[in-house]
């Protein structure tokens, strides 16, 4: 019974009354009552133990379930509403069933994001604050030792602006990074496609951070440069941008007289570019928040290196952009990989 509709229901409930009706009268027709009439009053018993049942089940019952999808303001698919316009009166009980427990999951579900954007909500705004709150009690100080008499002192009030200048400029990257990630999630800033050769930029990325590579003494290369050009749709200038971030942030967490490699994995129709290094490498339960905003593995070290803690966030949002995927894996005190791909030209 907890698998059948309500007309199927209703239609089981008059036959079983027809059925016992029946019987009583096939005891009146062997006692000699008419075989004809007998008939005639089982089909008219049926119609109407059909209706009264319907409308028994109608009133009593299936009123009290149409109210239901207004308490959970839902609206049945439009297949439903005209099913219920073309058979008024019957409403599929499994149906009803199905579509409140659909709205209790999506509710259980609309409670756990609201609960996780509101601990990223937090995480935000606290990350924000703490790296700015740095920059700015730096700027403090040193304007206020120039205000009591250091500006006339030269051997520091040069010193001093030029320090306040640089924690101007790292308030400045941190907003710049923010506006960015911003219009990347909104997709105001959509990516200029064109095609180029990866190849050849990974190339310009390396000479360029050759001089980083050189003061921490580590070896950045390819890790097997292809002998030909390999062809990609995408945005050049954001791609640039995500292999310096990748390459730098491999330098900065490498071990002395340790590497960074560029590879890359010629598919159908995606090119895999690999950065891997075999530096201090990530624990194991933060690889899953690796692309979050402001987040650090080593905080103490990343406060060195400088940086805004976003550049990661950043890279994943641009790869995202391009409908592509970027991954990384890691193991600590050995080194980590980031894969991504592009989207090969045709």
Same mark, same amino acid.
């Given at each position: ?10 239609? &089981? ?5 027809? =059925? ?19 008939? =005639? ?8 133990? &059909? ?10 019952? $299936? ?10 303001? &839902? ?16 409403? *599929? ?7 409140? *427990?659909?709205?209790?999951? #999506?509710?259980?579900?609309?409670? +756990?994001?609201?609960? @996780? ?10 990350? =924000?604050? !703490? +790296? ?28 001093? $602006? ?16 923010? +506006? ?7 997709? *105001? $800033? ?5 095609? &180029? ?5 990974? +190339?310009?990325?390396?000479?360029? *951070? ?32 995500? $292999?310096?971030?990748?390459?730098? #942030? ?6 002395? #007289?340790?590497?960074?490699? =560029? ?10 570019? @690999? ?28 406060? @060195? ?16 952009? !391009? #409908? ?23």
């Amino acid at each position: 019974m907890n698998k059948l509709s309500s007309r199927q229901v209703v239609v &089981f409930l008059a036959l079983i009354l027809t =059925v016992i009706v029946g019987l009583g009268w096939y005891y009146l027709l062997i006692t000699g009552f008419s075989f004809l009439f007998m008939i =005639v009053g089982l089909v008219l018993f049926f119609i109407i133990a &059909f209706y009264i049942i319907q409308y028994a089940i109608h009133k009593f019952i $299936l009123e009290k379930i149409r109210p239901i999808y207004k308490i959970i303001d &839902f609206v049945p698919q439009k297949e439903k509403e005209v099913k219920l316009k073309l058979t008024p009166g019957f409403v *599929e009980l499994a149906d009803v069933e199905q579509d409140v *427990e659909n709205w209790a999951q #999506n509710q259980l579900q609309e409670i +756990e994001r609201l609960r @996780e954007l509101e601990r990223y909500r937090k995480d935000f705004v606290g990350n =924000v604050s !703490h +790296e700015l709150k740095t920059p700015i009690f730096n700027i403090q100080g040193y304007i206020l030792t120039l205000l009591e008499g250091g500006l006339e002192d030269p051997s520091i009030n040069k010193l001093y $602006l030029t320090r306040t200048e640089k924690s101007i400029d790292r308030m400045i990257s941190i907003v710049e990074d923010l +506006e960015s990630i911003n219009k990347l999630e909104t997709g *105001e $800033l959509k990516p200029q496609f064109s095609i &180029f050769d990866i190849v050849k930029i990974v +190339e310009d990325v390396i000479e360029m *951070e050759q001089r980083l590579a050189k003061e921490r003494k580590i070896w950045l290369t390819f890790t097997d440069k292809p002998d030909k050009p390999l062809m990609v749709k995408a945005d050049k200038k954001r791609i640039i941008e995500v $292999l310096t971030n990748l390459v730098v #942030n491999g330098l900065k967490y490498g071990k002395k #007289n340790g590497f960074v490699k =560029v590879g890359f994995y010629d598919f159908d129709d995606k090119i895999m570019i @690999e950065v891997t290094d075999n530096g201090i490498g990530i624990d194991k339960k933060d690889l899953s928040r690796v692309f979050e905003r402001f987040f650090r593995v080593d905080k103490s070290r990343s406060r @060195e290196q400088g940086g805004t803690g976003l550049g990661l966030s950043i890279v994943k949002h641009i790869i995202e952009a !391009h #409908n592509q995927t970027i991954n990384v894996q890691s193991v600590l005190n050995e080194g980590t990989t980031f894969t991504f791909t592009l989207e090969k030209a045709k």
